[in-house]
C-alpha cells in the first residue's frame, strides 16, 4: 500500500504530517510527503518539496490573499479563498500511490481546481481535517457561527458580509466539488471536530473517520528538568507556546488575564513565565506580573523538548482549536497542562488528573487551574488513545475499508 502525504510546508518542528509518515514508515507502510516547502534539510528521500514556479504562485496568492482579506475582521481569524495552486496530479508520488491524503495544503499551494485534478485520478482521497475551512465557506473556525450546517454568506470575518459575499461563492464551489466525486473521505484529528464536520452541509453523507493525531518520539520527559532556557530556581514555572502567539485562536489575552489575577494573589515571588513562539511583544511582556524568560520561535523539536522539561505547567489559553499539538507534546513530557473546555483539548486534558480543564473563556478559572497545578505538583501523561499503536491501527483500519470503496 502506497501513501502520498501532501502539505504545504514540511518542518522540523511539530509537524504532524512528518510524525504521521514516520508512524507509518515504522510500521512497514510505503509512505511518502509532497509539499511545497521545507525549512529543514531532509535526510528522507520520501520527503520531496517543489521548485520555483510553484512557490512563486504560493507567494502571489498570499499577497492576494493580504490585500483581499486587509479590511476583514481580525477577531475571528483568518479566511482563505484560494485563487492560485499547483496541479500536482501529475506527480510521481501521486500518480504512483494507492491512497492520497491531503493535510493542510492550501497557503496557495492547492485550490479547488487543484482538489479535482488529484479527485480525477478516481483514487481515494483522504482530506485530514486540520481545522474547519474544509467545510466552510472560508473561515478556518467558525466560533459561535453555524452557517456551515446550512449554506455559508453574511460570513461575520467580511468587512462586508452580504448573501452574495466570498464566503456564499466559495461555500457553492465547494458543494459542487464534494457533490461531484464519490472517492473523497476526511479524518478528522478530534471528536470534537468529527461531530462539526459530520453537522456540517458540504459533507453530509461523506465518510468522515476519527483518528488522533500521534506524537512525535523526540517528544519525552527527562530525568530532571532542563535548564536550557531558564536557571532552576525555587520558583515554579509557567510555560505557554505557539507558532503565532498573537493568533486570535490562541486566546492569549485570557491567559495574561490569568496571569494578572495571579499576581493579584500576592504569587509574584513564587512562579515565572517561559514563552515560546513568535510575536511577543515588549509591551506585552511588560504586562506580565512575573520574571519572563523569552525564547522566540523554536525550530526544532528537540529545543521545544527541551521548554517543556523546564516548565512546572504547560498553559493552552485556545479560544478555537482542533486537537493542539501543544498539549500532546507537553503531556508527553510529563508536563501537566491547564486549558479551556473549548475544541479537543478535553479529549487530551482528564480535570485534575494530567492537567486542569477551566470553564470556557474564564481567566479566573485558568489562574485557579494553575494554581491548582503547581500547588498540587500534577504531572503530565497521555491518554491510552493517543499511544502510536492505537492511531496507526486506525489508519490500517482505514486502508482496509477503502480497498472496498
Request: hydrophobic residues 35%; proline residues 3%; charged residues 25%.
Amino acid at each position: 500500500m502506497k501513501i502520498v502525504h501532501v502539505q504545504y510546508g514540511a518542518s522540523s518542528s511539530g509537524n504532524y504530517t512528518i510524525t504521521l509518515h514516520k508512524l507509518m514508515k515504522s510500521n512497514g507502510v510505503d509512505s511518502s510527503v509532497l509539499a511545497l516547502f521545507s525549512n529543514f534539510v531532509p535526510d528522507d528521500p520520501k520527503i520531496q518539496f517543489f521548485g520555483k514556479l510553484p512557490n512563486l504562485k504560493s507567494r502571489l496568492d498570499h499577497k492576494l490573499q493580504a490585500r483581499l482579506n486587509k479590511e476583514n475582521n481580525k477577531e475571528f481569524g483568518n479566511f482563505s479563498y484560494p485563487k492560485f495552486g499547483t496541479d500536482i496530479s501529475g506527480h510521481p508520488l501521486v500518480k504512483h500511490a494507492d491512497i492520497i491524503y491531503i493535510h493542510w495544503a492550501l497557503g496557495g499551494f492547492l485550490n479547488l481546481k487543484s482538489f479535482k485534478k488529484i479527485a480525477e485520478l478516481g483514487k481515494p482521497v483522504v482530506f485530514v481535517i486540520h481545522d474547519m475551512w474544509i467545510f466552510t465557506g472560508g473561515c478556518h473556525y467558525s466560533f459561535e457561527c453555524d452557517n456551515f450546517k446550512t449554506f455559508c454568506r453574511s460570513c461575520q470575518v467580511l468587512p462586508n458580509p452580504s448573501d452574495f459575499d466570498r464566503s456564499s461563492k466559495l461555500f457553492a464551489k465547494k458543494e459542487q466539488f464534494f457533490n461531484s466525486f464519490e472517492n473523497l473521505f476526511f479524518v478528522s484529528p478530534s471528536k470534537w471536530m468529527e461531530k462539526n464536520a459530520k453537522s456540517s452541509a458540504l459533507l453530509k453523507g461523506k465518510s468522515i473517520t476519527q483518528i488522533y493525531n500521534s506524537v512525535s518520539e523526540n517528544f519525552q520527559e527527562m530525568p530532571s528538568k532542563s535548564e536550557k532556557f531558564i536557571k532552576r530556581s525555587n520558583k515554579k514555572i509557567i510555560g505557554f507556546g505557539a507558532n503565532y502567539i498573537s493568533s486570535p485562536y490562541k486566546g492569549f489575552k485570557y491567559l495574561l488575564e490569568a496571569l494578572q489575577h495571579l499576581g493579584n494573589r500576592g504569587l509574584n515571588e513564587k512562579y515565572e513565565i517561559l514563552v515560546f513562539g513568535s510575536n511577543l511583544s515588549d509591551e506585552v511582556i511588560d504586562k506580565i506580573p512575573f520574571k519572563v524568560h523569552y525564547t522566540g520561535y523554536l525550530s526544532n523539536e528537540n529545543d521545544i523538548c527541551e521548554a517543556y522539561n523546564s516548565m512546572d505547567v504547560f498553559v493552552v489559553s485556545s479560544v478555537a482549536d482542533n486537537l493542539p499539538t501543544t498539549v500532546l507534546e507537553s503531556l508527553r513530557c510529563g508536563t501537566a497542562v491547564v486549558g479551556f473546555e473549548t475544541g479537543g483539548i478535553p479529549e487530551m486534558v482528564e480535570h485534575k488528573m494530567n492537567g486542569y480543564l477551566a470553564k470556557s473563556l474564564s481567566s479566573e478559572d485558568l489562574a485557579d487551574g494553575i494554581s491548582y497545578c503547581l500547588e498540587e505538583g500534577l504531572r503530565g501523561k497521555l491518554k491510552a488513545e493517543f499511544a502510536d499503536e492505537a492511531i496507526m491501527q486506525s489508519h490500517l483500519d482505514l486502508f482496509a475499508s477503502l480497498k472496498h470503496k
